[in-house]
């Protein structure tokens, strides 16, 4: 979390806020410098409010905002979901850090962590994630859960509310978001460019924002997302994420959405049945 005088960023993670919390360091240590006073900009390392044990780092959420800083805006960046998806698949944290035992998962994945984009869906899956306490046929996926909790003033008891009804989940989530605005991820340079020209930062640095070049970007892959898309995930995405998909309709950012990508294969009906 990046407290500003102006404004509090919260970082999800891999949506491009590595992106922006570098610029908005690099301008503040800029007129630090040149004022020769200590930077205005503070960063919290928090400990996560739904991993415990896990160590403390920049993500932090929005009921972590310290009193003093609550009545300040709040922005963040929204991501396509498939991209996201297909990132943190790529990504391989899931890899050093496996979500099951390692021996349960070569005993059904024996080249873990060597997993086809299929097998990664399957073992999310079988691993339970996104698994809703206290109702486990109720799957709602893992992005969805990630957003409930850092953006919800009271996660824990919309993550326990939801059901089956979809429209009724909805409106639990929205009716108990923080007030949050989204810049897009995909067009990250200018909307935060113009994010911050909206609260006096100078010309100069809202150009700087606008031209300086990805940061933390992953490696570019010599295969074509189109080609490693499959039916099965494509399903598990459209399906798991159907939730945060209609909150980001509601909210109004459905251009980050538009670009799904297509796989040529059919669904199987015996692919499906162990859904």
Known sequence: MLITPNFVLLNMPKTGSTFARTVLKAIHEERAEQRSTASELIELILPSPTAPGRPADQHGTYRQIPSDHAHKPIVSIARNLYGKFL?????????????????????????????????????NLISGIGKVPNNERLLIGNQTIQFI???????????????????????????????????????????????????????????????????????????????VWTPIALDYVRRNERLLLAVFSALGITDEFACVPRATRRVSNENLSRW
């Open 149 to 227: 909790s850092m953006y919800c003033r009271n996660p824990e008891a919309v993550i326990a509310g939801l059901s089956f009804d979809d429209e009724t989940s909805l409106r639990l989530i929205l009716s108990d978001l923080g007030n949050v605005r989204f810049l897009r991820c995909g067009k990250v340079n200018n909307d935060m460019a113009n994010y911050l020209a909206e609260f006096g930062y100078s010309p100069a640095e809202v150009v700087f924002c606008r031209h300086h070049p990805p940061v933390n970007a992953a490696p570019a892959s010599n295969a074509d997302p189109a080609q």
């Open 87 to 123: 990132s943190t698949y790529r990504f391989g944290f899931w890899a050093v850090h496996p979500p099951l035992p390692i021996d349960t998962l070569r005993s059904k994945f024996p080249h873990f962590p060597d997993l086809s984009f299929d097998e990664y869906v399957e073992m």
